[in-house]
């Protein structure tokens, strides 16, 4: 069964840091176009960072501030978070997406977030 779960939110202080992280199982991993999004409070999710194959992108808003990484050894994906905003508060969710004709897509239930003195 497939399944991503996601670790590593919490209370953090703006400015600080925190480092979440997606684990993977059931499917072909080390293939995958592997991505993290944002849904803030009362918003839409919403796309922040991608890793593909070691190929990183990420959204205007996260650009500096935060890392994807990933390792295929042990199907992980992890956002690394610096200097947080309170903005940044809401709940992180893992997508895979299956290399692939069929293009499988994946979601992990989410881990929160919320940043604030």
């Known amino acids: 069964q497939v399944q991503l779960v996601e670790s590593g939110g919490g209370l953090v202080q703006p400015g600080g840091s925190v480092r979440l992280s997606c684990v993977a199982s059931?499917?072909?991993?080390?293939?995958?176009?592997l991505s993290w999004y944002h849904q803030a409070p009362g918003k839409e999710r919403e796309w922040v960072a991608s890793?593909?194959?070691?190929?990183?992108d990420y959204s205007d808003s996260v650009k500096g501030r935060f890392s994807v990484s990933r390792e295929n050894a042990k199907n992980t994906m992890y956002l690394q978070m610096n200097s947080l905003k309170p903005e940044d508060t809401g709940k992180y969710y893992c997508?895979?997406?299956?290399?692939?004709?069929?293009?499988?897509?994946?979601w992990g239930q989410g881990t929160q977030v919320t940043v604030s003195s």
């Open positions: 997508q895979a997406v299956e290399w692939g004709d069929d293009g499988s897509e994946y």
């Open positions: 059931g499917f072909s991993f080390s293939t995958a176009l």
């Open positions: 890793n593909d194959d070691g190929r990183t």
